[in-house]
T-cell receptor
Framework: NAGVMQNPRHLVRRRGQEARLRCSPM?????VYWYRQLPEEGLKFMVY????????ESGMPKERFSAEFPKEGPSILRIQQVVRGDSAAYFC????????????FGPGTRLTVT | SQQGEEDPQALSIQEGENATMNCSYK?????LQWYRQNSGRGLVHLIL?????REKHSGRLRVTLDTSKKSSSLLITASRAADTASYFCATGQAAGNKLTFGGGTRVLVKP
């Protein structure tokens, strides 16, 4: 049973470009969470999605960031017009249902904006 | 201060010694979880304790929760070099809900 998969593992973008981060949850999991981790800090919640629905986006910056979890395919975190401050590790986690407390994390995507 | 702050920020011990780290939080919680992160890697779930529990064990790990003080501790007994990692506490308000992480404790276990 494959774990949570994220790709790419490393992504380099120049300022102003777009970054697309993908997350495939564990098999059977329909809940996806995105977190961001700045160097030497803990993870900060960004957005919580179920299939085709955004449940909680209270941690998402108001501009340039968007997320989706389509009926088919991985969840996508999209950052438009990246700036240096977007450089961070972005982690995706999944859980099977609303009764689950534990979240299963992917290896993360490390975004570097030059 | 943020929800879920760990103390100390860094800890250096010899192999075989015990490592204790603490976590404090501000709001009411449904559960508290501890995760480990090796350098440059994702998070691995270690243990979960619910708000109506006071202590939990898993192998060499012991977690306590004091909801009156809004604090938790993680004890790693008989530490090994492989325990070198960052340890994070995370609080949840409900199942299927976002987690709020602390800043982490960086543990170095010297062989």
């Amino acid at each position: 049973n494959a774990g949570v998969m994220q790709n790419p593992r490393h992504l380099v973008r120049r300022r102003g470009q777009e970054a697309r981060l993908r997350c495939s949850p564990m098999k059977g999991h329909s809940h996806v969470y995105w977190y961001r981790q700045l160097p030497e800090e803990g993870l900060k919640f960004m957005v919580y999605l179920q299939k085709e629905n955004i449940i909680d986006e209270s941690g998402m910056p108001k501009e340039r960031f968007s997320a989706e979890f389509p009926k088919e395919g991985p969840s996508i975190l999209r950052i438009q017009q990246v700036v240096r401050g977007d450089s961070a590790a972005y982690f995706c986690a999944s859980s099977p249902d609303l009764q689950s407390y534990e979240q299963y994390f992917g290896p993360g995507t490390r975004l570097t904006v030059t | 201060s943020q929800q879920g702050e760990e103390d100390p920020q860094a800890l250096s011990i010899q192999e075989g010694e015990n490592a204790t780290m603490n976590c404090s939080y501000k709001t009411s919680i449904n559960n508290l979880q501890w995760y480990r992160q090796n350098s440059g890697r994702g998070l691995v779930h270690l243990i979960l304790i619910r708000s109506n529990e006071r202590e939990k064990h898993s192998g060499r790990l012991r977690v306590t929760l004091d909801t009156s003080k809004k604090s938790s501790s993680l004890l790693i007994t008989a530490s090994r070099a492989a325990d070198t990692a960052s340890y994070f506490c995370a609080t949840g308000q409900a199942a299927g809900n976002k987690l709020t992480f602390g800043g982490g404790t960086r543990v170095l276990v010297k062989p």
